[in-house]
């Protein structure tokens, strides 16, 4: 596409004050949007997700949900970190410090001249613009005044828990996190909330040797919130990565996940389960870049999708020339309980080197009516009997998820999700 013919950039000033690291990633990150443009749905990668209501000067409104449901992971053992509509709620949040960990606020080191983010913050954002453009991230490195930057040593014992609230209808919250995994550190990020009405995210992590990184959120309760979502990661020798998404809810979703294995033998385990119902547009785009020799990856995504609502997956594993003895799996699966709903899927592999295994799956259908009859002939209720069958069909998601009370709660909140909706 032509650069007439793509959305200009609407002019927007760089945030004030900036110490020198972060001025020169802020101008590097607006000289890419230009020259990039935003997205629009003839671009390749967004055929099948409308980016209108993303790219929009003004956010549409979102309503709050009045819920009294229980946070997700609020009764876990963690460091919370609260961040209202996008911005940092101190009162609410714990203090910034926990053993193992080094934290700031993005506001507060980027009016320094220097910082250990220099070497992350917007780097991969960069790296991840080649071969496929993301303007929406570009945006986010060149605009964020609100985030965290997290450096990790050894073995953290608690989890950091970022708590994403919504409180105005019309929010419009852009939110840039950088986390930085040490030489064997060990490190886990939990995110779950709503945020806004519209929400840009983006979460750079840099993955050392040796080091773990694992990573479960949940997207959710507000319906009309819009959002999208980068994660990039870079991984070192013999290290790890593990990300888990539910969304349940939501109007648009789109999350990102871009991966590169730099080190030999790396494993990066990316996952998600979408449920939804009606109005509800979930894309879950996803390209790992294999560059190290007997490196993992695997991608299991599974979506459960009714009354008219829409799935998009976009995953792509990419084998450079000497990434021999690669191992890359990909499956991308959608339960479609009606006629209405639809599942869109675009799988790809590019291999440049010999000695690789790689595959990858994508299939769509209904429930299995042998299996739901022989639940139904033991007594089972019907509503009852087809949560039981999509709970199984997203079992393999889930088990994608290492920390076994983690998974307990997130499968907690899908059968509750359920039986809401079958009531």
Avoid at 28 to 56: I, Q
Avoid at 142 to 157: E, M, N, P, W, Y
Avoid at 195 to 208: H, P, Q, S, T, Y
Avoid at 334 to 356: H, M, N, R, T
Wanted: charged letters at 25%; a negative charge.
């Amino acid at each position: 596409m032509s650069a007439a013919e793509k959305l200009t950039v609407a002019p927007r000033a760089l945030p004030d004050g900036q110490g020198a690291w972060a001025q020169t990633a802020r101008e590097a990150a607006a000289a890419r949007l230009s020259e990039m443009g935003m997205p629009v749905r003839r671009d390749e990668y967004w055929k099948y997700t409308n980016p209108t209501s993303l790219t929009a000067e003004a956010a549409p409104e979102a309503e709050v949900l009045a819920s009294d449901e229980a946070p997700v992971f609020g009764d876990a053992d963690a460091l919370r970190i609260v961040f209202v509509d996008g911005v940092f709620d101190a009162d609410a949040s714990d203090a910034l410090t926990h053993e193992g960990l080094e934290i700031a606020r993005l506001s507060d080191a980027a009016q320094m001249d220097i910082h250990w983010a220099k070497d992350v913050y917007g780097v991969l954002e960069t790296n991840g613009q080649d071969p496929v453009a993301r303007p929406l991230a570009a945006a986010n490195t060149a605009f964020a005044t609100d985030g965290v930057l997290i450096r990790a040593f050894g073995k953290v014992s608690k989890p950091v828990h970022m708590v994403y609230l919504h409180k105005s209808n019309t929010s419009d919250a852009i939110l840039h996190h950088v986390v930085k995994v040490e030489e064997g550190a060990d490190v886990t990020i939990l995110e779950n909330g709503p945020a806004a009405a519209r929400f840009n995210k983006c979460l750079e992590v840099d993955i050392a040797d040796n080091a773990s990184f694992h990573h479960v959120r949940a997207q959710g309760r507000d319906h009309e919130r819009r959002a999208a979502t980068h994660v990039f990661a870079r991984l070192g020798t013999e290290s790890t990565f593990k990300s888990f998404t539910l969304t349940v809810n939501g109007v648009l979703t789109r999350n990102e996940c871009v991966i590169e294995l730099t080190g030999d033998d790396a494993k990066a385990h990316v996952a998600g389960a979408a449920v939804g119902d009606g109005d509800f547009h979930h894309d879950d785009t996803v390209f790992i870049t294999h560059d190290a020799v007997n490196c993992e990856s695997r991608q299991v995504f599974k979506k459960v999708l009714r009354n008219g609502a829409m799935g998009v997956f976009q995953g792509k594993i990419l084998v450079k020339a000497g990434a021999q003895k690669t191992d890359g799996y990909q499956i991308s699966q959608a339960l479609l309980l009606d006629g209405d709903s639809q599942f869109l899927a675009k799988p790809e592999l590019e291999i440049y080197a010999d000695d690789v295994a790689c595959s990858h799956g994508s299939t769509s259908g209904a429930i299995d009516e042998d299996a739901l009859f022989y639940l139904r002939s033991r007594g089972v209720p019907e509503s009852e009997a087809q949560n039981l069958l999509v709970l199984a069909f997203l079992a393999e998601a889930l088990d994608e998820i290492e920390n076994e009370d983690l998974a307990a709660e997130i499968l907690n909140r899908l059968e509750a999700w359920f039986s809401r909706r079958s009531s």
